[in-house]
């Protein structure tokens, strides 16, 4: 069948991967514009936008969904569309005009985890497992009937930045062996428990500081929802230090206050927090890359009793 691809990051690229193993034509790709990132602020385009590129698919990439837009959209004569991580909401006019209706790839086991960051915030729940659905689009959040449901295992030490790759994969997958019964119409979706819905909304730059007044547990768990690329972050002295990779170390407190460095070797660096004690074992100073503690105190000097900033209210 004709299908239009609607998604934006790597996660996305997978899924549009699968449409075309799946055996339809891919006759359009919509993904957002192209944004300025990284140090020199280049303006980059969207891996979607490459991937389109790169096999001569029309690519598409409004600002806004509107009239003019949706024209565009009509054209192009489509029985169905896929989205994954699109990250735009798309009007009901939109969501009624193909004759298969859209197929959505969402990274968790709806109905929970509905919204923005589903992988993250599983990881920062401590989940044991989470999933790929696939789901028929409606105007609400993720709230659709859904087709087909894969699970998978979270690891201890998992972070986000590894299983985004292993879900695209999960949800290629699910699409390469699904897509043709659900567009044909072989497939129904079972709608969902509304009762048993949770939200996952995105996360701010402010969720990224270190309370170290929480507990240890929750604080690697956070850095591991973040992943190795964004990390969180504490202050030593006024400057900042990214968190790369932390683990929990004991559930034994000590006497001393949270934020407190207990010892620092080449092991790492143990912090007491509001409940346990955490290791920080890769970290990267401000202006720096990232790096093994080890390296880090060969050019700073601390020593047990050292404090980290505490967070700004």
Do not use: C
Not at 247 to 254: G, I, N, Y
Request: proline fraction near 5%; avoid cysteine; glycine fraction near 10%.
């Amino acid at each position: 069948m004709r299908v239009i691809f609607m998604g934006t990051p790597d996660f996305a690229v997978r899924i549009a991967e699968a449409v075309i193993a799946a055996g339809h034509d891919l006759v359009a790709v919509y993904t957002q514009p192209d944004k300025r990132a990284g140090r020199g602020k280049k303006v980059l385009p969207p891996p979607v936008k490459v991937f389109a590129e790169e096999r001569g698919i029309p690519v598409y990439q409004p600002a806004k969904l509107d009239d003019e837009a949706f024209t565009d959209f009509i054209a192009h004569q489509a029985d169905g569309a896929v989205v994954a991580a699109y990250g735009k909401i798309l009007p009901k006019k939109w969501l009624e005009a193909l004759p298969q209706g859209f197929v959505n790839v969402h990274a968790s086991l709806l109905p929970a985890y509905r919204g923005a960051a589903p992988i993250q915030w599983a990881i920062r729940n401590g989940d044991a497992e989470t999933g790929i659905s696939l789901m028929r689009m409606e105007e609400g959040l993720d709230t659709g009937a859904v087709y087909t449901q894969d699970r998978t295992a979270i690891g201890p030490e998992e972070d986000s930045d590894a299983l985004f790759e292993r879900l695209a994969a999960l949800g290629g997958a699910a699409i390469e062996a699904h897509l043709t019964a659900i567009l044909s119409g072989q497939l129904a979706p079972v709608a969902q428990d509304d009762s048993q819905a949770s939200y996952a909304p995105k996360f701010s730059k402010a969720d990224e500081a270190i309370d170290w007044r929480q507990d240890g547990q929750g604080l690697v768990q956070l850095n591991l929802a973040f992943g190795h690329q964004t990390g969180t972050y504490t202050k030593l002295a006024g400057q900042r230090l990214k968190v790369i990779k932390m683990t929990f170390l004991s559930s034994e407190d000590s006497d001393q206050a949270p934020g407190t460095i207990l010892n620092a070797s080449k092991a790492g660096i143990d912090v007491q927090t509001g409940a346990g004690v955490v290791r920080l074992q890769t970290v990267q100073p401000a202006g720096k890359k990232a790096m093994p503690v080890h390296a880090y105190l060969n050019g700073t000097r601390l020593a047990a009793g050292d404090h980290f900033d505490a967070v700004e209210e």
